[in-house]
């Protein structure tokens, strides 16, 4: 295991137990953010200032990019990627689906990550080149797939014109899938594929701290992860599943322009 994942796991293992042990009620004081659906608790806060602590001990001088943060400056080659609980609604409703998740870029490319879900006692971790893992068991997405058949996750935004474009795209992909699945966390959505849990993953609207770990995760279990007609993944679109099934799903996506909100 090289010494940034073994890094990355002790820290948001750390953070996992300090959230599961101080886990809110609903009664808890939160803020919003970019839409009165978009919440921010202050154990989100506390937990990537966790982690940006112990990043910076272990390593001074690293780039952090944490959901609550944003980026602290510097010019090292090195990045981290933080989501200090990704999945924050269903923290804050008592729901199992929230995980920490932590990568490490180097010079802009995702090398190892992290997904700790505490409450269900996973932890996924990949690293490039090497394979993805849940705890000591290597991970394969499925494949061999058809569309008809796949079961599909994905995931809405917290702004309300998005969201009306996001049902309609769901809309037209219900009827032509198995099932449809929304979990309520990116990064657990793209582990889960990774796990063979669910066959595909769609998305608009995600950020580099949402899929960013999780992004390796399912890579390195051979899915194909990017954004629509060959674009690399970025917040305008998200597609994952293995060969096969992703080009598919691309199609049927790409029909819909499901990139159309303002
Ligand atoms: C959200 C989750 C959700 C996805 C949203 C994300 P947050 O992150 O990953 O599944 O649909 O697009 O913003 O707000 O829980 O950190
Ligand atoms: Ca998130």
Known sequence: MSDFLRLAEDIAREAGDMLLAKRPTMSEEIETKSSPTDVVTALDKASEELIRERILAARPGDRILG?????????????????????????????????????????????????????????????????????AERLRCNTGVPLAQALVATGFGYGVSRRAVQGQVVAAVLPRVRDIRRGGSCAIDLCSLAAGRVDAYY????????????????????????????????????????????????????????????
């Open 67 to 135: 959901e609550e943060g944003g980026e602290e400056p510097g010019d090292s080659d090195v990045r981290w990627v933080v989501d200090p609980i990704d999945g924050t609604v269903n923290f804050l409703y008592g729901l199992p689906e929230w995980a920490v998740s932590i990568a490490v870029e180097v010079n802009g490319q995702v090398v190892a990550g992290v997904v700790n879900l505490p409450a269900r006692g996973e932890v996924y971790t990949a690293a490039l080149g090497e394979g993805a893992w849940l705890g």
């Open 203 to 262: 998305e608009r609207g995600i950020n580099p701290w949402d899929y960013g770990a999780a992004g390796l995760v399912a890579t390195e279990s051979g899915a194909r992860l990017e954004g629509l007609h060959g674009r690399p993944v970025s917040p305008e679109f998200a597609i994952c599943a293995a060969p096969g099934l992703f080009e598919e799903l691309h199609d049927l996506l790409a029909a819909q322009n499901p990139e159309r909100d303002a």
